[in-house]
């Protein structure tokens, strides 16, 4: 008779999902099990859900044998992918969309916000060494330093990665418990610490959101990945998000369009989608070489009460509207989110009845590059040559 506890099964509730830029394409910065901050920060994200699997194809041999029988099969290439879960908020997330855009531009004065645009001129990405000042206080991201066994980066221990204008940066690695420390390792033995999953060469394929009127500000990031490894370590130290910066909310949010605020925007949403490339495999290795970037689309839907014919005759007529959406959480300009979006033009569709209810207009758009974009901005000289979307964030929080 087996007298033994059953084992504690593994709890989402107690995930940590940390993520920290990579200088190289799959190239682990520092050794991860490192819990000094000087490597290279990690920051950590709150998620409500994640669906990051490693899929590992197969090759099955089609030999023909009197048995009718499959007699060999080996491994084929990985495809680590999946979304990452979120509501809204300025701490952590703007790493994040960061990699889904390009650039990250410093604050300089108090009260400034950071700006994140596609990158244009200098083509130097917005690595760990950039600091940035928020509030009288300034924050700088750690040095990044390879792995001490890496042996194919020389050139690029440590210091500033220069990219080309108008790429994203070069990866970013996820640190991932999924309540390890309930779990098997791969030997069947009982981990010291945490079973971590880590995800190397990420990169974001897309970053949706919606914001509903009455609801949080929820969306997700799409991974793509080089490949997947498990590590038995203690958590190691990471910048962690202050409990009393809440989520943004619908409850927090304007909508501006064409200059106009005095509409009743019932909902907005957005997909920014980079249509990176998921092929890009080379012999000698299963893992995926790159992820080179496609064309940057930028789509989705404005909900607004029907009123007027203003927007409908702007879909008629193909005429552009500038976009802003601000989220201000205390409505004193001291933590805020800005999405600008300088250049769009409306897909349609024409005001419906559906009914005895109020009429809802939406209005299908799509975000185009606009070369005189910069006037949007608060640092104009951040966008000589302009840009098709930019984030502005205002937080008094290290964790951005």
């Given at each position: 008779?087996?007298?033994?506890?059953?084992?504690?099964?593994?709890?989402?509730?107690?995930?940590?999902?940390?993520?920290?830029?990579?200088r190289c394409y799959g190239i682990a910065n520092a050794k991860v099990s490192d819990e000094t901050v000087n490597l290279g920060d990690w920051k950590r994200m709150e998620l409500t859900s994640e669906s990051l699997l490693n899929e590992i194809g197969t090759l099955t041999s089609a030999a023909l044998n009197p048995e009718r029988a499959v007699r060999r099969r080996k491994p084929g290439t990985h495809n680590p992918a999946g979304d990452i879960n979120y509501e809204l908020a300025n701490n952590g997330y703007g790493w994040m969309i960061t990699q889904a855009i390009g650039k990250q531009l410093g604050a300089g004065t108090t009260g400034d916000p950071y700006t994140i645009i596609p990158v244009d001129c200098n083509g130097v990405?917005?690595?760990a060494t950039a600091g940035y000042q928020q509030n009288s206080a300034l924050y700088v991201d750690s040095e990044i330093t390879y792995k001490a066994e890496c042996s194919d980066c020389a050139g690029y221990e440590s210091g500033y990665y220069e990219i080309q204008p108008y790429s994203l940066e070069p990866a970013f690695s996820l640190l991932l418990s999924r309540d390890g420390g309930t779990i098997k390792d791969?030997?069947?033995?009982?981990?010291?610490?945490?079973?971590?999953?880590?995800?190397?060469?990420?990169?974001?394929?897309?970053?949706?959101?919606s914001a509903p009127a009455t609801e949080w500000v929820t969306g997700a990031f799409s991974i793509m990945a080089r490949q997947e490894e498990n590590l038995d370590m203690a958590v190691?130290?990471?910048?962690?998000?202050?409990?009393?910066?809440?989520?943004?909310?619908?409850?927090?949010g304007t909508v501006t369009i064409a200059g106009e605020t005095d509409y009743c925007v019932l909902s907005f949403d957005m997909t920014v989608n980079n249509n990176i490339g998921t092929d890009q495999f080379c012999m000698g290795s299963r893992y995926r070489s790159s992820g080179p970037e496609g064309q940057r689309t930028i789509e989705g839907t404005i909900a607004i009460e029907f009123t007027d014919l203003v927007n409908y005759s702007k879909y008629v007529a193909g005429t552009s509207v500038a976009v802003t959406v601000l989220f201000d959480l205390f409505g004193d300009g001291t933590e805020t989110l800005k999405i600008i979006l300088p250049n769009v033009e409306y897909n349609g569709e024409t005001p419906q009845a559906g009914g005895q209810e109020a009429i809802t207009q939406n209005l299908p758009y799509q975000a185009l590059w606009s070369d005189s974009a910069s006037s949007y901005l608060t640092q104009p000289s951040y966008a000589p040559n302009g840009f098709d979307i930019a984030v502005e964030i205002v937080t008094a929080s290290a964790l951005v």
């Open positions: 008779m087996n007298c033994g506890c059953t084992k504690r099964v593994a709890s989402g509730s107690r995930t940590i999902l940390l993520m920290r830029e990579e990405a917005s690595d791969e030997n069947g033995a009982d981990p010291t610490n945490h079973l971590w999953f880590q995800y190397l060469g990420c990169k974001v394929q897309s970053w949706s959101l190691p130290t990471y910048r962690n998000r202050p409990s009393n910066v809440d989520p943004l909310s619908g409850f927090d």
